[in-house]
């Protein structure tokens, strides 16, 4: 019986060590950053009235890309009062009429959850999907269901405008 308890004590130990060392694998293994993955997107509005509203993401391993949500901050850089958007490269940014999404487009053509844009570590890029909205998503003038971003490009959701950038670091 002592015996037995003994083998079961270990055999616990053994599988706790494991499971820590999987786990502080998989830490450092997400904590590694590629240099071309510490790049900044932007995506500016282009408003008729000249306004702009900036949204950025940085995929990256610094403590903004722990960010599970998007934080308003004054962009000093752009006319226009717009602001801009800290995103998580872990998180999808959601554009769409819901006032919860990343972006909201109060235009009733916007579907609640029209689009999302997300960092795609596998592709190194950032990429922009239509979630099967009613009047669809474009980029350069083009339909695209889903579609790598690049930078200059425009993308329109219900009539409104946003060029994607890449800042130069």
Same mark, same amino acid.
């Given at each position: 019986?002592?015996?037995?308890?003994?083998?079961?004590?270990?055999?616990?130990?053994?599988?706790?060590?494991?499971?820590?060392?999987?786990?502080?694998?998989?830490?450092?293994?997400?904590?590694?950053? $590629? &240099?071309?993955?510490?790049?900044? /997107?932007?995506?500016?509005? !282009?408003? +008729?009235?000249? #306004? =702009?509203? @900036?949204?950025?993401?940085?995929?990256?391993?610094?403590?903004?890309?722990?960010?599970?949500?998007?934080?308003?901050?004054? $962009? &000093?850089?752009?006319?226009?009062? /717009?602001?801009?958007?800290? !995103?998580? +490269?872990?998180? #999808? =940014?959601? @554009?769409?009429?819901?006032?919860?999404?990343?972006?909201?487009?109060?235009?009733?053509?916007?579907?609640?959850?029209?689009?999302?844009?997300?960092?795609?570590?596998?592709?190194?890029?950032?990429?922009?999907?239509?979630?099967?909205?009613?009047?669809?998503?474009?980029?350069?003038?083009?339909?695209?269901?889903?579609?790598?971003?690049?930078?200059?490009?425009?993308?329109?959701?219900?009539?409104?405008?946003?060029?994607?950038?890449?800042?130069?670091?």
């Amino acid at each position: 019986m002592d015996i037995a308890l003994a083998v079961l004590r270990v055999l616990i130990a053994v599988a706790l060590y494991a499971f820590l060392g999987v786990l502080l694998w998989a830490l450092l293994r997400e904590g590694r950053g $590629s &240099p071309a993955t510490a790049q900044v /997107a932007m995506l500016t509005r !282009l408003d +008729a009235g000249g #306004t =702009a509203s @900036v949204l950025s993401g940085m995929p990256s391993s610094a403590p903004e890309g722990a960010l599970t949500s998007a934080s308003p901050i004054t $962009s &000093p850089g752009v006319t226009g009062g /717009a602001r801009t958007y800290t !995103l998580s +490269a872990r998180a #999808t =940014a959601w @554009v769409g009429r819901d006032p919860n999404c990343t972006i909201c487009v109060s235009n009733e053509f916007a579907s609640q959850h029209h689009a999302r844009i997300e960092w795609r570590a596998d592709k190194k890029a950032w990429w922009i999907e239509d979630n099967n909205s009613r009047n669809g998503t474009e980029v350069n003038g083009e339909k695209v269901m889903r579609c790598e971003l690049s930078v200059g490009d425009v993308v329109t959701i219900a009539g409104a405008r946003f060029r994607f950038d890449m800042p130069e670091t």
